[in-house]
């Protein structure tokens, strides 16, 4: 089974870092992946630095930028994990946008993957229509499962349609703003959380943007089964660099 789908199982919420690779030095990609593990994160997302970021607050823009200035490449990325799994277990999903992973050639992106054992893509601007039609067989030949975003504008119709497409879990975008952006939930989150839950999705949900300490990751997973924390990682990893992860991850839960 896909290791997305059986940390989804566990009888606990979900905390998911996402960061993004070759930031803040170009090597610090494997250490980040095993110190998270190894200080009780379930689930990570390693960004694919891109050019021109569309839903990226300035933190991850900031660390994008500087990460392609670093080097970064999706070539180099995966000369970086091919080790990954002799010493990480929980789940790993690459987050990015659609553009890199055509320049790298899709097929080829997928089979290397599957190779060194990643489990999942966030693709924001790949539409879900396209991916049914010319990636799904794709993807599912190298055991990836595709995750898709919802956010409080999404229609109840394409939110049972992305639904019935998903098979790990929904990532819930927690406002229509840029990520980082939000200090804390207020009642418009809470009403869309509860909308959200009362449709009794097939999948379970996992939600993104505005998550930076416990109170917010608390409230987030009142009613889903996670959270992601991206802008707040990443501002502490400017500060602070890749020593004391821990202490970032205790704060939390």
Do not use: W
């Not at 097929?107 to 010319?134: H, M, N, R, S, T």
């Amino acid at each position: 089974m896909n290791r997305i789908k059986q940390k989804l199982q566990e009888d606990k919420k979900i905390l998911s870092i996402y960061f993004t690779a070759g930031y803040p030095t170009l090597n610090d990609t494997v250490k980040i992946i095993q110190d998270l593990e190894q200080n009780g994160v379930d689930l990570i997302e390693i960004g694919l630095p891109f050019s021109d970021p569309l839903a990226d607050g300035p933190t991850i823009q900031a660390s994008s930028t500087a990460a392609l200035k670093n080097g970064m490449t999706t070539t180099l990325l995966f000369e970086q994990l091919k080790d990954i799994r002799k010493t990480v277990s929980i789940p790993l999903i690459l987050m990015g946008y659609f553009n890199p992973v055509l320049q790298y050639g899709v097929e080829a992106f997928c089979q290397k993957c599957e190779e060194i054992g990643i489990d999942g893509l966030i693709l924001p601007d790949l539409p879900l229509d396209v991916y049914q039609k010319e990636y799904e067989t794709l993807f599912k030949k190298h055991g990836l499962i595709n995750v898709f975003l919802i956010t409080p504008q999404t229609s109840d119709a394409r939110i049972r349609a992305i639904d019935d497409a998903s098979e790990g879990f929904v990532y819930m975008v927690s406002s229509a703003s840029t990520t980082g952006t939000k200090e804390g939930f207020g009642p418009e989150q809470s009403v869309y959380f509860e909308r959200i839950a009362a449709m009794n999705l097939k999948n379970p949900q996992i939600v993104g943007f505005g998550i930076s300490n416990a109170q917010t990751f608390q409230q987030a997973t009142a009613h889903t089964k996670g959270a992601i924390i991206g802008s707040a990682f990443i501002k502490y990893l400017t500060q602070n660099g890749v020593d004391g992860i821990g202490g970032f991850v205790g704060q939390i839960r």
